[in-house]
Each structure stands twice: as structure tokens, then as C-alpha cells.
């Protein structure tokens, strides 16, 4: 009986750790994916700033 108690807490130790590695591997994976995310946003919206500012600076040559 000891040794099934004993058998038994130890797979479930097993399991919950594998699960818990696999779990958080998850999580890390999707931070990386919305961590890429934000900087592809923030280097479009960068890119359109700069696009504007070209616009305005060629527009205000173009009314002198």
C-alpha cells in the first residue's frame, strides 16, 4: 500500500511538472509573438511619422 501511495504521488509529481514546463512554455512563446507585435507596430507607426514629416517639410518648400 505504501509502495502505490508512494508510486502514485510520484507520477503525479511527474505530470504536474511536465505540464507546468509546458504551460509556461506557452506563455513565454506568446509574450515573444505580442513582444514582435508591438515593435512591428511601433515601427509602422514610426515609418508614418517620418512619411508625414517628409510630406510637411516638401508641402511648406512647395508654398514658399
Known amino acids: 500500500m505504501v509502495l502505490g501511495l508512494t ?3 510520484t507520477a503525479y509529481a511527474i505530470f504536474y511538472s511536465h505540464f507546468q ?3 509556461d512554455k506557452k506563455v513565454m512563446r506568446e509574450g515573444v509573438a505580442r513582444d ?3 515593435i512591428r507596430l511601433k515601427r509602422k507607426e514610426q515609418q508614418q511619422l ?3 514629416q517628409k510630406e ?3 508641402d511648406s518648400k512647395d508654398s514658399d
Open 36 to 38: 514582435k507585435e508591438r
Open 21 to 23: 514546463q509546458v504551460r
Open 50 to 52: 517620418m512619411q508625414q
Open 56 to 58: 510637411g517639410v516638401i
Open 7 to 9: 508510486t502514485s504521488i
